[in-house]
């Protein structure tokens, strides 16, 4: 069994290359299903979701190579629909968007229930009211979801209930080569959805509107192969900018785009950090006194929920009581319980939870209970006084490229350690 370990109580200083977004480089890679042809996908994570979705596809036909760390190499044009291993799909959120890419290039589908951390429910109804839109027949249960059509997707007009990151994608996948125009409204706004679109359009679609709330999807008879660079992580971003302000340190983050971390700055920037930003970095210089803030988590542009935990750390070391509010998801704060294990006072009420800052962290055994809540323990442990071990660090691995070096290079006393299991 692998842990993470750490010593606190050193302030982080250095410089760190962000990696490519994973939120990005996944439904670009299950995109290129669409493809019979080669693309090559540059600045891709080395996290373990990527090397899951790359094996996933592997399995289903595909040749994948990689050409070094962060480029590889995916040629689908051998891939076989409704093959994907359902051991394989259930251990990931993003492998449901096989549903889209094998709809979008065969008229069907057929993919195992997804996997991904528990936040409480995650409904596909909003998947499945796209596809029948789009002109498929849909069957799903607990186990596996099924897409049928007589002609494959058809263009239409979708309005979303909800705004919803995952079915705005796996409606783009679809619609890029669906007979006719498809129109969604109320759609995502992320970075990840601009950057899918932009890497569909390189290869001949015909997208337009991505980044507002409502996106044009004018359908293609095929999609071409090409090279594209995924975007920098604003969540891998955010994640140091809020280690610099809560260890006190001085921070350079390279390979940023300052515009998608404005709702992410503004909010250290309230706890009174400083944030600088240049054409492709930012500087974040953390002050010894941290002031209390109120947070709530929204869809994009709003504060993400994604760097809740993180956030959460932060004001557990702030003057003053506190407020973090989740927008999105219901079960967002069982990381709760092990930050009070480290000494935090933190009172969840539902979706509100209150944190009495100023209270001294000190070091303990606790456990990452899902991909951000691990992340949020490490910036924790490396502010407590005394050793912290972290276990079931293959979740942070999931979306954090080489997080224990990058930290170490900027002081931190930190180390992934084997133990039997």
Avoid: W
Avoid at 57 to 81: H, P, S, Y
Avoid at 106 to 114: D, H, I, K, L, S
Avoid at 121 to 132: A, L, M, N, V, Y
């Amino acid at each position: 069994m692998d842990k993470i370990v750490v010593r606190g109580g050193a302030s982080l200083h250095g410089s760190v290359e962000i990696s490519g977004m994973k939120n990005a480089a996944l439904p670009i890679i299950y995109a290129c299903v669409l493809v019979e042809d080669k693309c090559i996908i540059e600045n891709v994570p080395d996290v373990r979701d990527v090397a899951l979705s790359l094996n996933i596809l592997r399995e289903m036909g595909a040749t994948v190579n990689r050409i070094d760390k962060t480029t590889v190499e995916i040629d689908c044009t051998n891939v076989r629909c409704g093959t994907s291993k359902a051991e394989l799909v259930q251990k990931i959120r993003a492998s449901y968007y096989l549903l889209g890419s094998e709809f979008g290039r065969f008229g069907r589908a057929y993919v195992a229930y997804p996997g991904g951390c528990d936040f409480g429910g995650r409904p596909i109804d909003q998947h499945i009211k796209g596809f029948e839109l789009l002109g498929g027949t849909v069957k799903a249960d607990c186990e596996h979801v099924e897409i049928e059509s007589d002609h494959g997707p058809c263009g239409t007009s979708i309005f979303f209930d909800i705004v919803t990151v995952g079915a705005t994608i796996n409606v783009m996948l679809a619609a890029a080569m669906a007979e006719g125009t498809t129109i969604i409204e109320n759609a995502a706004r992320e970075p990840h959805i601009v950057d899918l679109a932009n890497f569909l359009n390189t290869c001949g679609a015909r997208i337009s509107g991505a980044g507002t709330d409502v996106i044009k999807i004018k359908g293609v008879d095929s999609l071409h192969g090409c090279t594209y660079a995924i975007i920098p992580d604003m969540i891998e971003a955010g994640t140091y900018m809020i280690a610099a302000a809560a260890t006190g340190g001085c921070i350079h983050l390279t390979n940023v785009i300052p515009k998608h971390l404005e709702c992410i700055s503004s909010k250290i920037e309230e706890t009174g950090a400083v944030v600088d930003e240049y054409d492709d970095s930012v500087v974040v210089t953390g002050k010894p006194s941290i002031r209390k803030a109120n947070v709530k988590t929204h869809p994009y542009p709003g504060f993400p929920t994604d760097m809740q935990p993180q956030m959460a750390v932060l004001l557990c070391l702030a003057n003053g009581v506190s407020y973090v509010s989740e927008g999105v998801y219901e079960k967002r704060f069982r990381y709760v319980e092990e930050l009070i294990k480290m000494g935090a006072s933190i009172k969840v009420n539902g979706r509100t939870a209150v944190i009495e800052g100023g209270k001294p962290l000190h070091g303990a055994d606790v456990v990452a209970v899902d991909l951000r809540a691990g992340v949020a323990m490490i910036i924790a442990a490396l502010c407590a006084e005394g050793t912290t071990e972290i276990s079931q660090i293959h979740l942070i691995e999931r979306g954090y490229d080489d997080v224990v070096g990058k930290l170490r290079s900027m002081g931190a006393d930190i180390e992934k350690v084997s133990y039997p299991d």
